[in-house]
């Protein structure tokens, strides 16, 4: 039995299907992550897991005050609280965190999902940026740009 020049490009594309198809898989898998979010949770292992996914940005939790002329006032919550110190924390769960998430769902889940206001920002060079401007940018996005910014300010 012979193999035909048709049989080698169906073998051809079937492998090259396959190794797409299981690189795409393997991406999904590692682009995905699970943060358990509970009363007695450090913010401190919080952000160490997000950060481990993405080295290049950080994310804060809000602790907004209103004072009695009815400005906010806005403070961050330190490493070392718990979230049942922040203001508004309702419940544990856990929140699925994809690489091409945008940073308005990320905060978005975690104000519906636990009651706590979430910000992202993004590294550039030295200092910390807030990512509003970008904020439908995909973490995945806003990962790289960060990434590329801090490596062109090496460099230079």
Same mark, same amino acid.
């Given at each position: 039995?012979?193999?035909?020049?048709?049989?080698?490009?169906?073998?051809? $594309?079937? @492998?090259?299907?396959?190794?797409?198809?299981?690189?795409?898989?393997?991406?999904?898998? &590692?682009?995905?992550?699970? $943060?358990? #979010?509970? *009363?007695?949770?450090?913010?401190?292992?919080?952000?160490?897991?997000?950060?481990?996914?993405?080295?290049?940005? *950080?994310?804060?939790?809000?602790?907004?005050?209103?004072?009695? &002329?009815?400005?906010?006032?806005?403070?961050?919550?330190?490493?070392?609280?718990?979230?049942? &110190?922040?203001?508004?924390?309702?419940?544990?769960?856990?929140?699925?965190?994809?690489?091409?998430?945008?940073?308005?769902?990320?905060?978005?889940?975690?104000?519906?999902?636990?009651?706590?206001?979430?910000? #992202?920002?993004?590294?550039?060079?030295? @200092?910390?940026?807030?990512? @509003?401007?970008?904020?439908?940018?995909? $973490?995945?996005?806003?990962? *790289? @740009?960060?990434?590329?910014?801090?490596?062109?300010? $090496?460099?230079?």
């Amino acid at each position: 039995m012979s193999t035909t020049p048709y049989d080698y490009h169906v073998k051809t $594309l079937f @492998i090259k299907c396959y190794y797409y198809l299981r690189d795409l898989f393997y991406n999904l898998i &590692r682009c995905k992550s699970v $943060l358990i #979010v509970k *009363k007695d949770s450090l913010v401190r292992n919080i952000q160490d897991q997000f950060n481990t996914q993405f080295p290049f940005l *950080k994310i804060e939790f809000l602790k907004t005050f209103s004072n009695s &002329r009815s400005v906010c006032k806005t403070k961050y919550a330190v490493p070392d609280d718990f979230f049942k &110190r922040i203001p508004g924390f309702i419940n544990n769960g856990a929140i699925n965190i994809y690489s091409k998430q945008t940073i308005t769902t990320l905060e978005d889940n975690f104000k519906e999902n636990f009651g706590v206001c979430a910000q #992202v920002f993004r590294r550039s060079g030295d @200092i910390w940026i807030d990512t @509003i401007l970008t904020e439908d940018w995909t $973490l995945e996005q806003q990962n *790289k @740009i960060g990434e590329q910014v801090c490596y062109s300010k $090496l460099l230079n």
